[in-house]
């Protein structure tokens, strides 16, 4: 078919989550109540880290551009979501469309390189802890998130330029409830197998490669901290970091496997495993740091008596 039989796609039609009325209300004031936590949680971290001095370490520098990019991630379709469920034709624009897939990539996959990143950060606290300071310098630091930033936005031009270039001839409506290449390449009037293939490599392909090389690091820093004589707090400490880590790591990597690193057909659980990682994983990340990170509890609780308590007495 010539690209001149095509008719140009303006906007796409989001199926949305349901259909019915009363189940619209019950997942609205359950998305607002993860949006709402997720919001406070993660600005209170990067408070806590940024106004505590006993938090200066490169590890929690790190955390707190984790918590940055988990804000920017539930903002990507969290507010879209919650206006689509008081709205009877659920519509977004094609650029609109274009430009939460580009950030839902890029700030996704930022934040995969980040989680290597920081895996990086406790190999070099567990094994060189003499040189720690030395090797995860402020500017060094700087530099890996600035790669991390670097290699999502890479990642996730090559995703909108693959999506941009295909053809649309309707039928317009996207059965999810916010725009990804899965249900967009779906859609399209081409044979789109070779786009496909490109797409499973560097989402797919990534993820899995990650997801593997992170545990087997996680497992190796875990079988050196059990090695070591005795179990002072300093290990404990390690250890319960280290715990911290492989569990959002598991929570990251494995909804993006599973979405990802298959052929892009429909599937019943799809939508469930988009909303754990587009709405429920951004809240995991505070709750999972907090409640086993014993020094940024505390950090937590000097900053709440000191700007919030105080100012209320």
Known sequence: MEPANYTMVT?????????????????????????????????????????????TSPMYFLLANLAFLDIWYSSITAPKILVDFFVERKIISFGGCIAQLFFLHFVGASEMFLLTVMA??????????????????????????????TGGFIHSIIQVSLIVRLPFCGPSELDSYFCDITQVVRIAC??????????????????????????????FLLAMLKKRSGSGE?????????????????????????????????????KVVSVFHTVIFPLLNPIIYTLRNK?????????????????EK
């Not at 009363?22 to 709402?36: A, D, H, P």
């Not at 090797?135 to 930033?149: E, K, N, T």
């Not at 499973?200 to 545990?215: D, E, H, P, T």
């Not at 020094?295 to 008596?305: A, D, H, S």
């Open 11 to 55: 906007e796409f039609i989001l199926t949305g989550l349901s259909q019915m009325r009363e189940v619209q209300l019950v997942l609205f004031v359950i998305f607002l109540s993860f949006y709402l936590f997720i919001l406070p949680g993660n600005i209170l971290i990067i408070c806590t880290i940024r106004l505590d001095p006993h938090l």
């Open 120 to 149: 990086f950060d406790r190999y070099a606290a567990i094994c060189r802890p003499l040189h720690y300071a030395t090797i995860m310098s402020r500017r060094l630091c700087c530099i890996l998130v600035a790669l991390s930033w």
């Open 190 to 219: 081409a044979n789109t197998f070779p786009e496909e293939l490109v797409m499973i490599f560097s989402s797919g392909l990534i993820s899995v490669v990650c997801f593997i090389a992170l545990l087997m690091s996680y497992a």
């Open 234 to 270: 300093s290990t404990n400490r390690a250890m319960s970091t280290c715990y911290s880590h492989i569990t959002i790591v598991v929570l990251m990597f494995g909804p993006s496997i599973y979405i990802y690193a298959r052929p892009f057909d429909s599937f019943s659980l799809d």
């Open 295 to 311: 020094e940024v509890k505390t950090g937590m609780r000097k900053l709440v008596n000191r700007y919030i308590l105080c100012k």
